[in-house]
């Protein structure tokens, strides 16, 4: 079992930069393949970045060269800075832990990007 807990989202304006965090807890965190989604009204939830136990990441082609995405097997946790944010990163954001058939989820954390 793993628990999940996002922090950092908020109101930023455009072209702003905000740093998400999820702390995680309850298993082997380096285990796991961890991942930022991202839901705005509306819309279906999407894959933003991903970063695997080995360290390798891949990013949604709307976001690359904006975010990155990071991890600290240390601390239990996985980062996504954001940088050059738009209002159409307006969304929820969601972190995600995967390993084989086990798949967990935060609660999420609003960012919200004015104009």
């Known amino acids: 079992q793993v628990q999940l807990v996002e922090s950092g989202g908020g109101l930023v304006q455009a072209g702003g930069s905000l740093t998400l965090s999820c702390a995680a807890s309850?298993?082997?965190?380096?285990?796991?393949?961890m991942g930022w989604y991202r839901q705005a009204p509306g819309k279906q939830r999407e894959l933003v970045a991903r970063?695997?136990?080995?360290?390798?990441?891949n990013y949604a082609d709307s976001v690359k060269g904006r975010f990155t995405i990071s991890r600290d097997n240390a601390k239990n946790t996985v980062y996504l800075q954001m940088n050059s944010l738009k209002p159409e990163d307006t969304a929820v954001y969601y972190c995600?832990?995967?390993?084989?058939?086990?798949?967990?989820w935060g609660q999420g954390t609003q960012v919200t990007v004015s104009s």
């Open positions: 995600n832990a995967v390993r084989g058939f086990n798949l967990y």
């Open positions: 309850g298993s082997i965190f380096s285990r796991y393949t």
């Open positions: 970063i695997t136990s080995g360290g390798n990441s």
